[in-house]
Every structure is written in structure tokens, then in C-alpha cells.
């Protein structure tokens, strides 16, 4: 069975940084596309950012890209992302999920990802 948690979320001053990790079990990690999403109050799941298993393609929404960086232990079976230059609005719950690399077209949609992390308040405050 596929789990995923996640840990390092709280509470960050604008401009300051947080890691977010994601500990896989159930599946090796390498064998499956990896993403990271965020939910505002009630909108829907934005993909932040997300790594392709087929041939590696590495993706950042335009938001996020030259803060965030996505990265992977596939030693410990741990997703990261380090989160530098938070902005105010970057507060949100951040999940990370995963998908059979067959199901990843590359545009790090939520509907692509099978399997969901619990999520993890990120809040930035100016």
C-alpha cells in the first residue's frame, strides 16, 4: 500500500525558508512520478511542482520557479521542497503526491496523481 507523510510545515516570516518532507512507503520511490501541490481555502489543488520518472523533466509553476526547488532521496524514500524566499502568498496547505509513471503526461496536474500525502499548513506571514 502506498503511504505518503509529510512534515515541515509552520509558520515562516516573508522571505525566510522551510523544507517540507514527504516519506514514501509501500513503493520505490524511483518508479514513480513525484509531485508537490498546494490548496488555498477553496480552490483547488495547484501544482507547484513535479518530477517526471520517464526521463526525469523536472516542472515549476511560473510562482514558484527560482524559490522552490523539488528534490528527491530515493535512498530513504524522502520527497523534499525546500521553499526559499516565502511570500505571504505562498500560504496554503502543501500535500505531496504520486503517480504511476504511465499516468504522468507532464503538466503536473492534480488529476494525474493516484496517491496523496495528508498535507501540511504552510503559513507566511509579511
Known amino acids: 500500500e502506498v503511504q505518503l507523510v509529510e512534515s515541515g510545515g509552520g509558520s515562516a516570516q516573508a522571505g525566510g525558508s522551510l523544507r517540507l518532507s514527504c516519506a514514501a512507503s509501500?513503493?520505490?520511490?524511483?518508479?514513480?512520478?513525484l509531485g508537490w501541490f498546494r490548496r488555498l481555502s477553496d480552490m483547488g489543488y495547484e501544482g507547484i511542482s513535479c518530477?517526471?520518472?520517464?526521463?526525469?523533466?523536472?516542472y515549476y509553476t511560473p510562482d514558484v520557479e527560482g524559490r522552490f526547488t523539488i528534490s528527491a532521496d530515493n535512498a530513504k524514500s524522502i520527497l523534499y521542497l525546500q521553499m526559499d524566499n516565502l511570500k505571504p502568498e505562498d500560504t496554503a496547505i502543501y500535500y505531496c503526491?504520486?503517480?504511476?509513471?504511465?499516468?504522468?503526461?507532464?503538466?503536473?496536474?492534480?488529476?494525474?496523481?493516484?496517491?496523496w500525502g495528508q498535507g501540511t499548513q504552510v503559513t507566511v506571514s509579511s
Open positions: 518530477i517526471s520518472e520517464s526521463d526525469g523533466h523536472t
Open positions: 503526491a504520486v503517480t504511476p509513471s504511465y499516468q504522468y503526461t507532464g503538466v503536473c496536474k492534480a488529476y494525474e496523481f493516484t496517491s
Open positions: 509501500g513503493f520505490a520511490l524511483d518508479t514513480y512520478s
